[in-house]
């Protein structure tokens, strides 16, 4: 690449528009992604930060764009070399990753940096309430490091400019302790099943995505009731983490006022999970718990609450965690024709036996199965159907759910239901497929193929769970 020009960091600065051609810098090369801009999947507006200027830092953060189909894509674009005095020293810029906490080893990473990572599916399911260290892990960006001592929560109301903060004590003085047994599942739990259809763009998540806990913390409609804030249909609440990106700005999304607002909605801003203090990775000091709904909208390290008119401007709820047809690819694709995800689809996984696990145990000519489903919006599972014909026959399995009237209510099923049967294997039964699919109590189904309802995003990806194991 010595035979490119050479352009110092002011002349790559100049170009920030269409008519002037948009240049960035990466490393010592210069580039001009003029015609790449609409292409990039992680929204326009988002790669027009860098505009003019170094993605290094942009990258050092969003580590996914250092891989090679990447760093090749951009090859294409170079027109150029920088200067070698105005070329940034990487080293120079810190490393927002220097401070993440330890990590269970037995976790399957998806990301290294920022962090995302699974458990063994197979240990998901040995426990109806999952303990921390096999709780998964999703961060966007750096894990922030929080002093306890300095923690605040800046609460605003956007319709009358009304704005208030609390130390955590403050929260735990003022409002009364409560708690809920909730799943927080990632929008892109079982993304990896529907790439088998055709490649979808995200983490490769297999089915342990998800966890079940006890959150503890107080109200959220406590709270804004407390701040004189009254339930209306057209509002949001928008939540901020303190994880900021190189702009400075912070995780964000928004829920609708009235799931905040309703008691049987269970929103919480938890300081708990499983009776300890929030680890760093889950949201230390405090998150947001929504019950029900997807898992982008529990926001950890919880900054900052805004009522508001309007659904939050972040990329996380305007540019991704939606779903559309599967003719919507990213040549035609618009983010602003779908709804943000709130409420998550009826979906079931079989998590034990599953391809991976080293020895499959037969007992008396059985095999046990065993995995979990769930249901948005507080409903119940009230069935989960498995074959091991390919549906000629149903067999139905034992749940393992809380029971209505004794920890939970009709319509407030926020916890997952653990399901077992046992499939009986002939003595030189060389393999046996296994299919799973849960039915809730507004009798919604799972799709019986990811086929019909691929998405190029890969989320909601909640078909049949089937799969396939040799017995020898
Ligand atoms: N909150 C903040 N502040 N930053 C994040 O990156 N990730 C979200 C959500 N809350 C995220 C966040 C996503 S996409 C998911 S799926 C859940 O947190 C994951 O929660 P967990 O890491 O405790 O399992
Ligand atoms: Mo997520």
Not at 333 to 353: G, L
Not at 354 to 375: L, R
Request: glycine share 8%; charged share 25%.
């Amino acid at each position: 690449r010595r035979d490119l020009p050479t352009y110092s960091a002011e002349e790559v600065s100049k170009h920030t528009n269409r008519e002037s051609g948009i240049w960035v810098t990466y490393g010592i090369g210069v580039y001009d992604i003029t015609n790449f801009i609409s292409e990039h999947p992680g929204s326009k507006r988002n790669i027009m930060i860098g505009a003019g200027a170094a993605v290094d830092p942009f990258w050092h953060v969003y580590q996914f764009h250092k891989e090679a189909k990447i760093l090749k894509l951009l090859e294409e674009f170079r027109i150029g070399n920088l200067k070698p005095e105005d070329r940034t020293s990487i080293d120079n810029q810190g490393n927002p990753y220097s401070n993440e906490p330890e990590r269970n080893p037995e976790f399957i990473v998806r990301l290294e940096q920022p962090y995302n990572a699974e458990p063994p599916l197979s240990k998901l399911v040995e426990n109806f309430i999952t303990p921390v260290e096999l709780f998964y892990v999703r961060n966007h960006l750096p894990v922030p490091n929080i002093d306890i001592k300095e923690y605040e929560l800046e609460v605003e109301i956007e319709s009358t400019g009304k704005t208030k903060t609390f130390s955590l004590n403050d929260l735990k003085k003022k409002f009364e302790k409560t708690g809920v047994v909730a799943v927080v599942m990632c929008g892109g739990n079982r993304r990896s099943e529907m790439n088998g259809v055709k490649e979808v763009r995200g983490l490769a998540w297999s089915g342990a995505a998800c966890g079940n806990a006890v959150w503890t913390g107080i109200r959220l409609c406590d709270l804004l009731s407390a701040m004189g804030v009254k339930s209306d249909e057209s509002s949001h609440v928008i939540l901020e983490g303190y994880d900021r990106d190189p702009t400075y700005t912070p995780y964000a999304t928004s829920i609708p006022l009235s799931k905040a607002m309703d008691p049987r909605g269970d929103v919480i801003l938890a300081y708990e999970m499983n009776g300890e203090p929030l680890t760093r990775d889950h949201g230390f000091p405090l998150r947001c718990i929504v019950p029900g709904v997807v898992g982008a909208r529990n926001v950890k390290w919880l900054g900052k609450i805004t009522i508001s008119k309007n659904e939050a401007e972040s990329h996380w709820q305007q540019g991704d965690y939606k779903a559309f047809s599967p003719s919507t690819d990213w040549d035609n694709v618009d983010f602003k024709t779908a709804p943000a995800i709130q409420n998550m689809p009826v979906t079931s996984a079989i998590c034990s036996p599953n391809p991976n696990d080293h020895e499959i145990k037969i007992v008396d000519g059985f095999m046990e199965v065993k995995g979990y489903a769930y249901s948005g919006g507080g409903n119940k599972i009230i069935r989960v159907d498995v074959t091991y014909d390919q549906g000629k026959t149903w067999h139905i399995a034992d749940l393992q759910q809380l029971s209505d009237g004794e920890n939970v209510s009709a319509g407030r099923h926020y916890a997952w239901t653990l399901w077992t049967i046992r499939v009986p294997i002939e003595k030189d039964q060389k393999y046996v497929e296994v299919w799973s699919k849960a039915v809730d109590s507004n009798y919604n189904c799972q799709p019986e193929t990811f086929k019909n309802t691929w998405n190029l995003r890969g989320v909601v990806a909640n078909a049949y769970s089937r799969v396939g194991v040799n017995l020898i």
